[in-house]
């Protein structure tokens, strides 16, 4: 099956600093991927969703100043929490969809990313 | 707007039984899509089972099956014969447009 991987795993930083969480697509092409972000014991909210080659479309509420977002090729996007901050520690997944279209919005997920901000 | 709504925010269910896992959704589209997702211990997402909103008959895999009523816009998980490797939150899904609206989420405990 389609396999999606996240880096770092897990990130522990420093308040005012920058993390980079990496989404790769491993064995297949993804025009689109998306970014979610899970609080402890809560739902699945979406933050974005990337576009290959264009720029990503921000959901209500989610600061794109803050949470930047690349999608540079069709297997690798990026999000990138700027100026982090404890209120901005959380479980951040990511999903890709395959270019091919089957139909239906298939979305394989990697296995998240946990931000820890002191 | 879309939403998922699932009312049961923790479920018990006994080794070998037979649970059933609430879904309603609020939509004015007619052709959508529905998932469910199982998120374990790991936190990998999952997909259980999907159904597509033109297709009458209810999907099946294995173990699962949904009970898809469009018009009362319901869509239930039933797991039968539950083994301590169900254990896991269960989230109910809408797809629209590329993209997918989570509900809260059900965990659900198998008892040994």
């Known amino acids: 099956g389609a396999v999606v991987s996240q880096h770092p795993s897990r990130v522990i930083c420093k308040s005012g600093t920058s993390v980079k969480i990496e989404c790769r697509s491993l064995?297949?092409?993804?025009?689109?991927m998306f970014w979610y972000r899970q609080f402890p014991k809560q739902s699945l909210m979406l933050m974005a969703t990337s576009n290959e080659g264009s720029k990503a479309t921000y959901e209500q509420g989610v600061e794109k100043d803050k949470f930047l977002i690349n999608h540079a090729s069709l297997t690798l996007s990026t999000l990138t929490v700027t100026s982090a901050h404890p209120e901005d520690s959380s479980f951040y997944i990511c999903?890709?969809?395959?270019?091919?279209?089957?139909?239906?919005?298939?979305?394989?997920f990697g296995p998240g990313t946990r931000l820890t901000v002191l | 707007a879309q939403t998922v709504t699932q009312s049961q925010p923790e479920m018990s269910v006994q080794e070998a039984e037979t649970v059933t896992l609430s879904c309603t959704y609020d939509?004015?589209?007619?052709?959508?899509?529905l998932f469910w997702y199982k998120q374990p211990p790991s936190r990998q997402m999952i997909l259980v089972i999907r159904q597509e909103a033109y297709k009458q008959q209810n999907a099946t895999e294995n173990r699962f099956s949904v009970n898809f009523q469009k018009a009362a816009k319901s869509f239930s998980l039933k797991i039968s014969d539950s083994q301590l490797g169900d254990a896991a939150m269960y989230f109910c899904a809408f797809d629209r447009d590329d993209k997918i609206i989570f509900g809260k989420g059900t965990r659900l405990h198998i008892l040994p």
């Open positions: 064995d297949f092409q993804a025009t689109t």
């Open positions: 999903s890709a969809r395959p270019s091919r279209d089957r139909g239906f919005n298939e979305q394989f």
């Open positions: 939509t004015s589209e007619s052709d959508y899509y």
